[in-house]
């Protein structure tokens, strides 16, 4: 494998354990809600709209409008701008990380997650996988579907490319849920204010990724 490739799987991997950290984050403080997908959020728009409860409504629109507003903002940097997405995502949600970490268990559930909605976003469509393997690094359940599909098809075919799939993500489900273990512990002792410590993941991460970018760009002046 090459170095600069070696980067890139360390890197994913470390943004997984932040995705883990966030959502545990999220579950633990608020309510078993898990931000870093918009699944629940959606299924409480249609009760909300169901029910007639139109303050909660609103609430989860908004909540919607910025995940969707997440999602569409790597996309718009990478066609429109010369920016690195990558390095701009993890900027994003080192501001959001130290948002949330004043906010507090007095304000709603909903508003308090916010920051979670749009970093998680953010997160998913500018780390989308490494190589040829599309993988979440903010929540795992395609991630266990491809790490069970590709074991039973080497097990079937003695493939070593899908023996090769299920180590990679096999490796994901297991940074993800580091990433989960360590928020647990970190929220046992500083509650909401544990979240400054998912800051450990993104600041190794963004240095491993100016890293790499560096490698990168000396080779391109030797050569």
Same mark, same amino acid.
């Given at each position: 494998?090459?170095?600069?490739?070696?980067?890139?799987?360390?890197?994913?991997?470390?943004?997984?354990?932040?995705?883990?950290?966030?959502?545990?984050?999220?579950?633990?403080?608020?309510?078993?809600?898990?931000?870093?997908?918009?699944?629940?959020?959606?299924?409480?728009?249609?009760?909300?709209?169901?029910?007639?409860?139109?303050?909660?409504?609103?609430?989860?629109?908004?909540?919607?409008?910025?995940?969707?507003?997440?999602?569409?903002?790597?996309?718009?940097?990478?066609? @429109?701008?010369?920016?690195? *997405?990558?390095?701009?995502? $993890?900027?994003? !949600?080192?501001? &959001?990380?130290?948002?949330? #970490?004043?906010?507090?268990?007095?304000?709603?559930?909903?508003?308090?997650?916010?920051?979670?909605?749009?970093?998680?976003?953010?997160?998913?469509?500018?780390?989308?996988?490494?190589?040829?393997?599309?993988?979440?690094?903010?929540?795992?359940?395609?991630?266990?579907?491809?790490?069970?599909?590709?074991?039973?098809?080497?097990?079937?075919?003695?493939?070593?490319?899908?023996?090769?799939?299920?180590?990679?993500?096999?490796?994901?489900?297991?940074? @993800?849920?580091?990433?989960? *273990?360590?928020?647990?512990? $970190?929220?046992? !002792?500083?509650? &909401?204010?544990?979240?400054? #410590?998912?800051?450990?993941?993104?600041?190794?991460?963004?240095?491993?990724?100016?890293?790499?970018?560096?490698?990168?760009?000396?080779?391109?002046?030797?050569?």
């Amino acid at each position: 494998m090459k170095e600069s490739a070696k980067y890139d799987y360390y890197i994913q991997y470390l943004m997984c354990a932040t995705g883990g950290f966030t959502a545990a984050y999220a579950v633990l403080n608020h309510a078993d809600f898990l931000a870093s997908a918009q699944t629940a959020n959606l299924i409480h728009i249609t009760l909300c709209i169901t029910g007639r409860n139109f303050p909660e409504l609103c609430l989860r629109l908004i909540a919607m409008l910025i995940y969707m507003a997440g999602l569409a903002i790597p996309v718009l940097i990478s066609k @429109y701008t010369h920016i690195n *997405v990558k390095m701009f995502c $993890i900027f994003i !949600e080192i501001t &959001m990380v130290v948002l949330l #970490f004043f906010f507090t268990d007095k304000m709603n559930t909903i508003i308090a997650l916010y920051p979670v909605f749009f970093m998680t976003s953010v997160q998913w469509n500018s780390f989308p996988g490494v190589g040829s393997f599309v993988s979440s690094s903010v929540f795992s359940t395609n991630n266990l579907r491809q790490f069970t599909t590709s074991y039973i098809e080497y097990i079937c075919s003695k493939d070593r490319e899908q023996l090769k799939k299920t180590k990679f993500f096999g490796c994901v489900l297991l940074s @993800y849920h580091i990433g989960v *273990v360590f928020s647990y512990f $970190i929220y046992k !002792e500083f509650a &909401m204010k544990g979240i400054i #410590f998912c800051l450990i993941p993104l600041l190794m991460g963004m240095f491993l990724l100016a890293y790499s970018n560096y490698q990168f760009s000396a080779r391109r002046i030797i050569y």
